[in-house]
Each structure stands twice: as C-alpha cells, then as structure tokens.
C-alpha cells in the first residue's frame, strides 16, 4: 500500500450529533483538498463515548442520512468514522464504518467491550464477533476498535489475513501522572501496545485517540502512526485537536517483511490445535473398571453367563 | 514510624497543571461560562485552585472571595491578599460575622462542631450568592486527602460546580502550588480549617497528613488491604482510623440517596452525564 493517511484528533461534543458531523464534514473537505488518501477519525467519533442512556437515542443504521452526507464526500478520500450502530436485530454496538467511493464497505463492531474500572460498555453495548480485513482501494487494512487492541486475536487474524495497516480509533482516558514516568502512564502504556503488535504482526500501526474531557475524564490524544518494524513513525503531543499525516509505504513493509520473514514462517496450525485442545478438552475418561478378584474371575466378570457345572 | 516522605506520590507538575488547566477551560465553557470564583482561605488549596484557575481564564476572570470571620486568623486574610495581589485577581472581601454570629446567637450553638460548619456554609451561601452577580461558576478547593476522610462541611466547603484537586493527596497539593509558586508564607504554614482559635487540620484529624496520605495511597490508588499497611510498619491504630473514615464517610461524596418508586428514577437508572447536552 502507498498512500498518505491523515489521523484526526478530534474533540467531538457528547450527544451533539448535528455539531460532530459538521466537524467530520470540514475535516473531510480538507483533507480532500490536501490530497489525503485515507482519513481516520477517533472511537465513537459522531457521538462522544461516555453515553450511557443517549445510546439509543444516537443509534443510526447504515442508511442514516447523516452517515449519507459522509458518504458523499468518500469518492477521493477514504473515512474510517465512530457511531453508534443500530443492528438488523435491534443490537447497539460500539461500531466503526469504512466509508469509500460512496459506499460502506465495511462496518467493525466492537469485540472487546471494555467494562472495568472507568467503563461500561458491555452494559450499553453488543459486542462485535469478528475480525475482518478490509478490501480497499488502498490496501488490505484491519480495524480493532480501543480496547480490541488489548487483545491478540484481532491483530494476529488481520496478520495471517495479510493486512498491510491496522487502524485503531480509540477514546482513551488520560491517566497516570506520576513523577517516575515521563509524559503520561497511559499514553506510554498504549506505545507499548501499537509497538509490540506492530513489530510482531509487521504492519502499519494507526492509532487515533480523541482529545477533550466528558464529565472530568479527559481523553490522552497522542494520535500516532507505528511503522511495521515497530517503531513510532509519529505522534501529535499534547492535549489539543491536531492531525497527523503520514505517508505509508509498500516497499517499508516489503523490506521488513523480507528480512524477517514472520509470516512465512508462522504456524497457525500449531495455535489452532492449542486453541482446539482450550476450547473442546476432551470429555473425561471413563474410570477403569476395578481389578478381578479371586472369587470372581475376569471372564465371569466381563461376560456374564449362566454358571454351569 | 517515622513521618513518611511520600515520595512515590510525586507528580510530574508541569503535566499535572496542563491537565487541571485544559479541565477547567473546557468544562467551565461547556457549561456556558467564561468566568469563576472561588474563596480564599489563605491556605494552600484554595491558592492552587485559584492559581490554576488564573492560568485556565486570566486573572481577571478569576474572582477570588475572602470570607473572614471575626474569629478567623489575621494571617488567613492577609495570605488571601497577598495571593490574589500576585496573581492579579479581583479580590473582594465580604465579612461573615455578622450574619454567622446572629444565627448562632439566637440558638445559641456553643459546640465547635456546628459553629465550624455554620460558617463554612455560610461561606458557600455567600459564594454561590456571588456566583449570580459575577456570572462565574464556582470551583472546589477540596483535595482527595480530605474527601476520603471527610474533612469537609458537607454542602460547605464540599459544594462547588467543579474541582480540579480533588484527585491530589495533600503531598502532590503541596508539590503542584510550589511548581505554580504559591507564596512561601502559604506554603511554611501548618495547614488549618481556621473555623477555631489555634485550631489545625492534624491536631484534629489525630494523625499527620504525611501518614494520610501515605495510607490512602496504599488502601485506594494502589488497593492494598489493611494486613499489607500493618505488615508494612504502620501504625495500627492509625491505618484502622483512616479505613474506617474513608467508608463512614461515603455519604459526603455522592449525592442524596433517592428512594425508587417509579420505571425510571434519577440517580439509579436515568442515566446522563452532566455533560449532557452542553
């Protein structure tokens, strides 16, 4: 894939669905003008995150007009954008449309609601079931929604589907402060992530956070791009909406791919028989029966038959 | 046991105040504001709220009320001024003995305990009377020491539209207002409700701040049990006071409790931010 991607850290406004789009809209119309091939837009990026009950009254299914005015706009520049996805069967889901050419060609539903600490979605939400890759006219990409990426399963499926990026739009929380850590604790938590599943499924990690506080949680921002080698390519600092642009190559991920062959040499028979052996152990074995005895000899035993003198 | 030096709360000030700084903008604004206020007690909390707060609007959107009372110490008034002359605030001073002293004439309240509470919520009248004229929403000055234990006047010092330390021990308190350069004279001073003569938070509190917060960090933040604190070298009756505290006091950190009778109650299943619809 060679294309030049463009995250955009927004502040949408909890709820103000009217407000978010028109914010969608400029950026969109500025990327286009700027020749940005792809554009991506943070978790739940149309709605805000910390809905609770405005969940139902945000849904939208995929034939919203609101999704339609994005849509529109999607001939020259791809658009990965949040919203609250109202399912064929009355399902709400944490969701992510990749809108390209005028069409949606694909929606990720959330797999990992996270529900600890801070969070509730599992509460508020369905969760997705499945991981898979994007056919786009850029390349073949994977979405992990936030806390998907906390999780191999969805990476490790995008790298044996060959997925060349991985998009990440995510809303997380600012947290973390202290003196022997440098900058914040979760945004070094997060490099650690992109890093790691970038180095070991050898693709183009993008991550774009939002920024702005819901209620006094503010959200960490440092959108940033890791190239498949692993290392941090870049990353916007501070609190404040920005964008990150970064041109993404073909021949980088060739490169690494050629000098450290991982997915030549992966196994995933090896995971699959683990994964059979985890999930369908096999039924206990049935106890032997007791040893014979002397006054009951084994054949009596195992093949009853009338005794005859 | 020695006082703890609390060297594992410390902060990375500068981040801190960036946080604290872009709270208070965005939510202040969100909620249709452009300007604060707050009282000034002379001590360190209310100087690094309004300290923050200069930082966050300028100092002339930033209205910092002195609310003395004929009993309070002289030194608490003259730490206000001085701390809203460096910050180039609007100081206004507004006396509350007289109204305070008629109310507990006339019932002739003699236990420190309610006088002390009076005031502070005569303080929080007199603030959020203010708040109108000034068209400012009012920010806390209560750090997370003192809400885990409920050193606070429930609806005195406790009420306020939002706070920007009430995530700080006392320890990162201190660390944050010498990072923002809050005057020495603030700093040096034992740390005092001033709602009595001579009266200071650890002489009624019964431990010092430095065991507070070394415990509280341990029991809520690191989420250590009591046996590990023990084992560690703490002071049994101490730790024990302090556990007891945090969980008696529960009730001043959530709003009334509203008995359910209908499909949909607030507080229970009504579920909104108050962002909401900002």
Same mark, same amino acid.
Not at chain 1, 158 to 164: A, I, P, Q
Not at chain 1, 272 to 285: F, I, K, M, S, V
Not at chain 2, 74 to 100: D, F, N
């Given at each position: 894939?060679?294309?030049?991607?463009?995250?955009?850290?927004?502040?949408?406004?909890?709820?103000?669905?009217?407000?978010?789009?028109?914010?969608?809209?400029?950026?969109?119309?500025?990327?286009?003008?700027?020749? @940005?091939?792809?554009?991506?837009?943070?978790?739940?990026?149309?709605?805000?995150?910390?809905?609770?009950?405005?969940?139902?009254?945000?849904?939208?299914?995929?034939?919203?007009?609101?999704?339609?005015?994005?849509?529109?706009?999607?001939?020259?520049?791809?658009?990965?954008?949040?919203?609250?996805?109202?399912?064929?069967?009355?399902?709400?889901?944490?969701?992510?449309?990749?809108?390209?050419?005028?069409?949606?060609?694909?929606?990720?539903?959330?797999?990992?609601?996270?529900?600890?600490?801070?969070?509730?979605?599992?509460?508020?939400?369905?969760?997705?079931?499945?991981?898979?890759?994007?056919?786009?006219?850029?390349?073949?990409?994977?979405?992990? @929604?936030?806390?998907?990426?906390?999780?191999?399963?969805?990476?490790?499926?995008?790298?044996?589907?060959?997925?060349?990026?991985?998009?990440?739009?995510?809303?997380?929380?600012?947290?973390? @402060?202290?003196?022997?850590?440098?900058?914040?604790?979760?945004?070094?938590?997060?490099?650690?992530?992109?890093?790691?599943?970038?180095?070991?499924?050898?693709?183009?990690?993008?991550?774009?956070?939002?920024?702005?506080?819901?209620?006094?949680?503010?959200?960490?921002?440092?959108?940033?791009?890791?190239?498949?080698?692993?290392?941090?390519?870049?990353?916007?600092?501070?609190?404040?909406?920005?964008?990150?642009?970064?041109?993404?190559?073909?021949?980088?991920?060739?490169?690494?791919?050629?000098?450290?062959?991982?997915?030549?040499?992966?196994?995933?028979?090896?995971?699959?028989?683990?994964?059979?052996?985890?999930?369908?152990?096999?039924?206990?074995?049935?106890?032997?029966?007791?040893?014979?005895?002397?006054?009951?000899?084994?054949?009596?035993?195992?093949?009853?038959?009338?005794?005859?003198? | 046991?020695?006082?703890?030096?609390?060297?594992?709360?410390?902060?990375?000030?500068?981040?801190?105040?960036?946080?604290?700084?872009?709270?208070?903008?965005?939510?202040?604004?969100?909620?249709?504001?452009?300007?604060?206020?707050?009282?000034?007690?002379?001590?360190?909390?209310?100087?690094?709220?309004?300290?923050?707060?200069?930082?966050?609007?300028?100092?002339?959107?930033?209205?910092?009320?002195?609310?003395?009372?004929?009993?309070?110490?002289?030194?608490?008034?003259?730490?206000?001024?001085?701390?809203?002359?460096?910050?180039?605030?609007?100081?206004?001073?507004?006396? @509350?003995?007289?109204?305070?002293?008629?109310?507990?004439?006339?019932?002739?309240?003699?236990?420190?305990?309610?006088?002390?509470?009076?005031?502070?919520?005569?303080?929080?009248?007199?603030?959020?009377?203010?708040?109108?004229?000034?068209?400012?929403?009012?920010?806390?000055?209560?750090?997370?020491?003192?809400?885990?234990?409920?050193?606070?006047?429930?609806?005195?010092?406790?009420?306020?539209?939002?706070?920007?330390?009430?995530?700080?021990?006392?320890?990162?308190?201190?660390?944050?207002?010498?990072?923002?350069?809050?005057?020495?004279?603030?700093?040096?001073?034992?740390?005092?409700?001033?709602?009595?003569?001579?009266?200071?938070?650890?002489?009624?509190?019964?431990?010092?701040?430095?065991?507070?917060?070394?415990?509280?960090?341990?029991?809520?933040?690191?989420?250590?049990?009591?046996?590990?604190?023990?084992?560690?070298?703490?002071?049994?009756?101490?730790?024990?006071?302090?556990?007891?505290?945090?969980?008696?006091?529960?009730?001043?950190?959530?709003?009334?409790?509203?008995?359910?009778?209908?499909?949909?109650?607030?507080?229970?299943?009504?579920?909104?931010?108050?962002?909401?619809?900002?």
């Amino acid at each position: 894939m060679d294309c030049t991607v463009r995250l955009s850290q927004l502040n949408p406004t909890l709820g103000d669905l009217k407000h978010n789009l028109d914010l969608h809209l400029r950026e969109v119309d500025a990327a286009r003008r700027q020749g @940005i091939d792809l554009l991506v837009f943070p978790e739940l990026s149309l709605t805000g995150y910390f809905l609770k009950d405005q969940v139902s009254d945000l849904a939208m299914r995929l034939d919203d007009p609101l999704l339609a005015r994005l849509l529109a706009m999607s001939n020259e520049v791809s658009i990965v954008v949040g919203f609250v996805e109202h399912g064929a069967g009355d399902q709400l889901y944490n969701a992510t449309a990749f809108l390209e050419r005028g069409r949606v060609l694909h929606v990720h539903r959330k797999v990992h609601l996270v529900s600890y600490g801070m969070f509730d979605e599992a509460r508020d939400f369905s969760p997705g079931a499945e991981f898979r890759p994007i056919d786009s006219r850029l390349g073949r990409l994977g979405l992990c @929604i936030c806390e998907d990426l906390w999780h191999v399963g969805g990476g490790y499926t995008y790298f044996l589907e060959r997925c060349d990026a991985v998009i990440v739009p995510s809303a997380s929380p600012a947290r973390g @402060i202290a003196a022997g850590d440098e900058g914040l604790r979760s945004v070094a938590v997060w490099d650690t992530l992109l890093s790691a599943q970038a180095l070991l499924f050898q693709c183009w990690m993008l991550y774009c956070n939002r920024v702005g506080w819901e209620d006094g949680i503010g959200f960490a921002g440092h959108s940033a791009v890791f190239g498949p080698e692993g290392r941090r390519r870049a990353q916007l600092e501070g609190l404040s909406p920005g964008r990150l642009d970064q041109r993404l190559s073909s021949a980088t991920l060739e490169r690494t791919r050629v000098r450290t062959p991982l997915r030549r040499d992966e196994r995933p028979q090896v995971l699959l028989d683990a994964l059979e052996r985890a999930l369908h152990p096999p039924a206990p074995r049935v106890p032997e029966p007791a040893a014979p005895t002397e006054s009951e000899p084994e054949e009596r035993g195992r093949n009853p038959r009338p005794w005859r003198p | 046991m020695k006082n703890p030096e609390n060297k594992e709360l410390d902060i990375q000030c500068e981040l801190a105040e960036e946080l604290l700084v872009s709270f208070l903008r965005e939510e202040v604004s969100q909620a249709g504001f452009q300007r604060v206020l707050l009282g000034l007690s002379g001590g360190v909390d209310s100087a690094l709220s309004a300290a923050l707060a200069a930082r966050a609007f300028g100092p002339e959107n930033v209205l910092c009320v002195a609310l003395p009372h004929r009993t309070s110490a002289r030194t608490s008034l003259e730490h206000a001024e001085l701390l809203a002359r460096r910050l180039g605030c609007p100081l206004r001073r507004v006396e @509350i003995s007289a109204a305070v002293d008629a109310y507990l004439e006339q019932e002739k309240v003699l236990d420190p305990t309610r006088r002390g509470n009076v005031m502070a919520r005569l303080r929080m009248l007199v603030l959020y009377d203010l708040s109108v004229e000034w068209k400012g929403l009012v920010v806390g000055t209560s750090n997370k020491t003192e809400m885990l234990l409920g050193y606070t006047t429930q609806f005195g010092d406790s009420a306020h539209a939002l706070n920007p330390l009430g995530d700080l021990y006392k320890h990162q308190v201190y660390q944050l207002a010498r990072h923002l350069e809050v005057p020495h004279e603030i700093l040096d001073k034992p740390p005092s409700a001033d709602l009595a003569a001579g009266q200071t938070d650890e002489g009624d509190l019964g431990f010092t701040y430095a065991f507070a917060d070394a415990i509280l960090w341990r029991l809520v933040d690191r989420r250590m049990r009591v046996d590990e604190l023990l084992r560690e070298g703490f002071p049994a009756d101490v730790v024990k006071k302090i556990a007891q505290r945090i969980v008696r006091n529960q009730y001043k950190r959530l709003p009334p409790v509203i008995a359910k009778l209908s499909e949909r109650t607030i507080g229970h299943d009504f579920r909104y931010l108050r962002d909401w619809g900002m």
